[in-house]
């Protein structure tokens, strides 16, 4: 189903999968599996860098909202009885920390558009229609390409006959798109996990904790409509996923979890090194040894061996 009002975003993006697919058509086949792998690859990152501040100010949020759960969670044990004076007090706190609550929704909903906008796209080479300014070449290179013998355009429930008209073969087109389902599962599964268990540590007694949990093991279900879905498409959520994955692995990582002393103040953890100051640190040492004055000689230490004396001149003897 395509949106009027976003054809103006269907057609950015086409424009700019014609430009992506162009560069690297200039030393890669034009119409292999591997040149349309890469522009999807590359598109779907280019979408995430765009909205990365966006990521940046929901983890701050989130960042903020971790320092003030002792807070809430006394003010939920105060007020368990009373829901509406609860919940304000609750959000009184978030606003005089300065934290939003529904700041986790902005990646979420500056992506939706982007999605429809590939799904719209792809759905359109899928189907052979040379639309949003795409030429009638850009689709036909489109629908010849195939990723580890599987056709762009393809869907699990794209027909046997319609697969040969693809020139690939129905069960080896099945399997692929029943693998790439599987692993965008199981990176959805584990990006929630990472996210649920960070938000259990963060309040161990939210009575969301049960709920969180369903979700964890209901999310990576979602990824079984995708079967409905172009292989170009599940791709670009693979994609995505991964991304996403480990781009909250590096802000946890970077941001540990606020500890508190006995009196129930912030204590700042210190940020682990990344990977890239692990690298410069054996460097920067190495340099800073050569670059070291050298060490001063130290004085040779000469030991006087006592002389030996005559017999007579011993202490305690006489001479005969």
């Known amino acids: 189903m395509e949106l009027s009002w976003l054809n103006w975003l269907y057609e950015a993006v086409a424009t700019v999968i014609t430009w992506i697919h162009t560069g690297y058509s200039s030393f890669l086949p034009a119409d292999s599996g591997l040149t349309w792998a890469l522009t999807i690859i590359t598109l779907t990152v280019a979408m995430r860098l765009l909205i990365f501040p966006l990521f940046l100010k929901q983890m701050r949020s989130s960042r903020k909202m971790q320092e003030l759960a002792p807070r809430v969670q006394k003010l939920r044990e105060k007020y368990k009885n009373d829901k509406q004076r609860m919940n304000q007090e609750v959000m009184r706190v978030y606003q005089e920390g300065g934290a939003n609550p529904l700041g986790g929704c902005l990646p979420l909903v500056a992506q939706f558009p982007i999605f429809i906008s590939m799904f719209t796209v792809l759905n359109a080479m899928a189907q052979g229609q040379t639309k949003f300014g795409m030429t009638t070449e850009l689709v036909q290179s489109a629908r010849n390409a195939h990723i580890f013998g599987a056709p762009i355009p393809a869907t699990f429930w794209t027909t046997s006959a319609d697969l040969v008209k693809l020139n690939a073969d129905p069960v080896i087109s099945k399997i692929v798109l029943v693998l790439f389902v599987a692993i965008s599962s199981l990176t959805t599964f584990l990006t929630v996990r990472q996210s649920v268990q960070r938000s259990m540590l963060q309040m161990p007694n939210n009575p969301m904790v049960q709920q969180q949990k369903i979700l964890m093991y209901i999310s990576p279900l979602f990824a079984v409509f995708s079967l409905n879905f172009p292989l170009g498409l599940i791709l670009y959520w693979v994609t995505t996923n991964v991304w996403t994955l480990g781009q909250q692995h590096w802000f946890y990582s970077r941001n540990p979890m606020p500890t508190y002393d006995d009196k129930g103040r912030l204590i700042e953890p210190e940020p682990k090194p990344s990977l890239l100051s692990k690298l410069r640190k054996p460097k920067a040492t190495a340099e800073a040894e050569q670059d070291a004055p050298p060490e001063p000689p ?23």
């Open 298 to 320: 130290q004085p040779k230490v000469v030991r006087n061996q006592p002389t030996r004396q005559a017999r007579s001149k011993r202490t305690g003897t006489k001479k005969s």
